[in-house]
């Protein structure tokens, strides 16, 4: 395990990377200190997504005033800063969750709350499967064990074939294009903040920021054919702490799913942010307090309480640390 970046510079996490069990390696951010007391945090991304997602909840958390917490924000295989798979069959659930269970041992991490979103609540849930003591509550942002195939086909059609942006601008424009349906509440600022985390900067310029060969995982999937469940998965989940997050306009999290997994784990508490889709961003303060809140719950404190957070919330703040 190495540190690629200092903390001299003041930036807010520490790029770590460590060895796959196959040679490849891998990246994850670390924010906070690695000694703070409180239960660490492990953050899952999307299936083209990367650790850049999970900024401003890693940095709210990490400079919580009264539990600052470790937050390590994982890049799987071929996104982010992690290096490319040369075998397009390993970009799968279960090698991504061999490798997040590596990387956890590699920092020392034995149990954590896992925020999961899409992919990385699949491989949340998996966990439950694999490492149970693992898990210690977790946080499934937009993903349940029915997924709608209406979301995922609608993903196939973007991922691997988005047109490389010219400039930022540009890159603003074509995710507004690709996900202004859902997301209809939306700002400037928020957009800009979209854009930033889908594309990696290359002096000053935008480029893509996985793998494009993810786009073949698709190939075998037929949209017309029932997507397997994962209740048995889920269920292994029963024992744990839970908040589950939808988008009010997500199409691949159904409200009618989000209902049967509160009557099936019922501890689930429930956050259900209007005006977005799938998945929330986790950007703006409500919803980070929201999590926040559920860790500390969940380290024994207060309790449990579902949420509906309307379109007309604080605006997006990349600087504002609220207190929770």
Request: proline fraction near 8%; glycine fraction near 10%; charge should be negative.
């Amino acid at each position: 395990m190495s540190s690629a970046k200092a903390e001299a510079d003041g930036q807010a996490w520490r790029d770590r990377f460590h060895s796959s069990s196959d040679g490849l390696s891998l990246h994850i951010a670390e924010y906070g200190d690695p000694s703070a007391p409180w239960l660490p945090v492990v953050c899952l991304p999307g299936l083209s997504r990367s650790a850049r997602d999970f900024h401003n909840l890693a940095v709210h958390l990490s400079t919580h005033r009264h539990r600052p917490r470790r937050v390590l924000a994982f890049d799987y295989r071929g996104r982010g800063l992690s290096q490319w798979d040369k075998d397009i069959a390993n970009y799968n659930p279960l090698t991504e969750l061999t490798d997040v269970l590596d990387g956890m041992s590699a920092l020392g991490i034995g149990r954590a709350i896992v925020v999961g979103t899409s992919r990385g609540g699949i491989i949340a849930m998996m966990m439950g499967v694999a490492r149970p003591h693992a898990v210690a509550g977790v946080v499934l942002n937009d993903i349940g064990p029915v997924i709608e195939p209406v979301g995922l086909a609608r993903i196939k059609t973007y991922i691997g074939r988005t047109p490389a942006p010219d400039d930022w601008d540009d890159a603003i424009h074509i995710i507004k294009r690709l996900h202004g349906g859902q997301f209809t509440a939306l700002g400037d600022a928020e957009w800009e903040a979209f854009a930033r985390a889908t594309y990696r900067d290359e002096d000053g310029r935008p480029a893509a920021n996985y793998d494009p060969a993810l786009a073949k995982t698709f190939d075998g999937i037929e949209f017309d054919r029932p997507i397997p469940e994962l209740w048995k998965e889920f269920a292994t989940l029963s024992g744990v702490p839970m908040l589950a997050i939808r988008g009010g306009n997500s199409d691949l999290l159904s409200a009618e799913t989000l209902v049967e997994m509160g009557k099936r784990h019922p501890g689930l508490e429930s956050v259900t942010i209007e005006g977005e889709g799938h998945p929330p961003l986790l950007l703006n303060t409500p919803i980070l307090q929201r999590i926040s809140v559920f860790i500390t719950q969940t380290e024994g404190s207060g309790p449990p309480a579902d949420a509906v957070i309307p379109v007309d919330r604080p605006g997006y703040d990349p600087d504002t640390r609220p207190e929770d």
